[in-house]
């Protein structure tokens, strides 16, 4: 088959849409955060507040894992933060969305355990299981959407 100009146009270099972010260049990510209203300041004012925002502007779609990470990082954060006794309140201000979105980041925390997070996360996941029912855990684990 020869080559001419009428299939030129078929050939895209991905690279050139390729947008690389390096640690150095995006920092901690948090900056990503700020323009939401996510801050230490409000974590200490209102958590629940705080975890339906970062609910509501969770990076599923994303596909650079520095963000996902970032996120997770602002939300356990918020999770980690909370009182035991204000983790039912929050549970059931959100909505079946944002508690199956919830679930996600509960399941990734468990991915990377931190000190002290395996028992907050597994009370977390006790109360969104209490509200949510065992669709919300099939829901997450089916999906092929990310956090």
Same mark, same amino acid.
């Given at each position: !088959?020869?080559?001419?100009?009428?299939?030129?146009?078929?050939?895209?270099?991905?690279?050139?849409?390729?947008?690389?972010?390096?640690?150095?260049?995006? %920092?901690?990510?948090?900056? /990503?955060?700020?323009?939401?209203?996510?801050?230490?300041?409000?974590?200490?004012?209102?958590?629940?507040?705080? /975890? &339906?925002?970062?609910?509501?502007?969770?990076?599923?779609?994303?596909?650079?894992? !520095?963000? &996902?990470?970032?996120? /997770?990082?602002? *939300? !356990?954060? *918020? /999770?980690?933060? !909370?009182?035991?006794?204000?983790?039912?309140?929050?549970?059931?201000?959100?909505?079946?969305?944002?508690?199956?979105?919830?679930? &996600?980041?509960?399941?990734? %925390?468990?991915?990377?355990?931190?000190?002290?997070?395996?028992?907050?996360?597994?009370?977390?996941?006790?109360?969104?299981?209490?509200?949510?029912?065992? %669709?919300?855990?099939?829901? *997450?684990?089916?999906?092929?959407?990310?956090?």
């Amino acid at each position: !088959m020869p080559w001419d100009s009428s299939i030129y146009f078929r050939f895209i270099d991905v690279y050139d849409y390729n947008v690389a972010y390096s640690e150095e260049s995006c %920092g901690s990510l948090i900056w /990503l955060f700020r323009p939401l209203g996510i801050d230490q300041s409000i974590w200490g004012t209102d958590n629940i507040e705080a /975890l &339906k925002t970062v609910l509501r502007n969770a990076p599923i779609s994303s596909r650079n894992q !520095m963000v &996902k990470d970032a996120a /997770l990082n602002v *939300v !356990m954060q *918020v /999770l980690l933060s !909370m009182k035991s006794s204000q983790i039912e309140e929050a549970v059931n201000a959100l909505d079946r969305d944002h508690l199956d979105i919830l679930m &996600k980041y509960i399941y990734r %925390g468990f991915e990377t355990p931190s000190e002290g997070s395996s028992g907050q996360l597994l009370a977390w996941h006790e109360k969104v299981h209490a509200v949510a029912g065992v %669709g919300c855990i099939v829901r *997450v684990l089916t999906d092929k959407k990310r956090v």
